[in-house]
Antibody, heavy 124, light 108 residues
Framework: EVQLVESGGGLLKPGGSLRLSCAASGFPFDNAWMSWVRQAPGKGLEWVGRIKSKADSGTTDYAAPVKGRFTISRDDSKHTLYLQMNSLKTEDTAVYYC???????????????WGQGTLVTVSS | SYVLTQPPSVSVAPGTTATITCGGNNIGGKSVHWYQQKPGQAPVLVIYYDSGRPSGIPDRFSGSNSGNTATLTISRVEAGDEADYYCQVWDSNSDHVVFGGGTKLTVL
């Protein structure tokens, strides 16, 4: 059974930093393209970014609002995905979901599995 | 950047058909995926690659995509279908994933 479990959310002040983790199991994590998607309170889904598998270059891409502030990384040995968030703003307040393009490795594919999400609140 | 436009809300009576649209420039040339999200829960894939249906999703859910509009159709709507629905595509120009703004389906 595929499982994605996020952790690391919390309350912090503008300008702060936070690292989210996503523990994956039930599928070949090292071959999977992984993404973060967020949802501000009462708002829609917003793509944050993606990391490809190392076999497919391991490159990352980010949405414009977070580019230069957020970094996605992965530790295949620990089956864990990370989201390092720096210079946080109040508008980054959201539930952050970990999701995967597994079983495909294609940019145009769908997100078949999602974690339960972790809440990040940025407030002074 | 590529924009997907969904109606904010759709309301239907139980047993009728709900149609949720997703508009985008030449969206018919892209692969569209649809997600259902109930309050407090993570999104669930209901349609992939325009019209594919994941295992466990009732055949009351169907999808189509042509021209500038993709459509999610829910037949014989049930109270349990009440949720937010999002369309999603990949924009090849930016290499970014794009979600529509979401449509709240209300079952009267």
């Amino acid at each position: 059974e595929v499982q994605l479990v996020e952790s690391g959310g919390g309350l912090l002040k503008p300008g702060g930093s936070l690292r989210l983790s996503c523990a994956a199991s039930g599928f070949p994590f090292d071959n999977a393209w992984m993404s973060w998607v967020r949802q501000a309170p009462g708002k829609g889904l917003e793509w944050v970014g993606r990391i490809k598998s190392k076999a497919d270059s391991g490159t990352t891409d980010y949405a414009a609002p977070v580019k230069g502030r957020f970094t996605i990384s992965r530790d295949d040995s620990k089956h864990t995905l990370y989201l390092q968030m720096n210079s946080l703003k109040t508008e980054d307040t959201a539930v952050y979901y970990c999701t995967t393009l597994y079983p495909t490795s294609s940019s145009s594919a769908y997100y078949g599995y999602w974690g339960q999400g972790t809440l990040v609140t940025v407030s002074s | 950047s590529y924009v997907l436009t969904q109606p904010p809300s759709v309301s239907v009576a139980p047993g009728t058909t709900a149609t949720i649209t997703c508009g985008g420039n030449n969206i018919g040339g892209k692969s569209v995926h649809w997600y259902q999200q109930k309050p407090g829960q993570a999104p669930v894939l209901v349609i992939y690659y325009d019209s594919g249906r994941p295992s466990g999703i009732p055949d009351r859910f169907s999808g189509s995509n042509s021209g500038n509009t993709a459509t999610l159709t829910i037949s014989r709507v049930e109270a349990g279908d009440e949720a937010d629905y999002y369309c999603q595509v990949w924009d090849s120009n930016s290499d970014h994933v794009v979600f529509g703004g979401g449509t709240k389906l209300t079952v009267l």
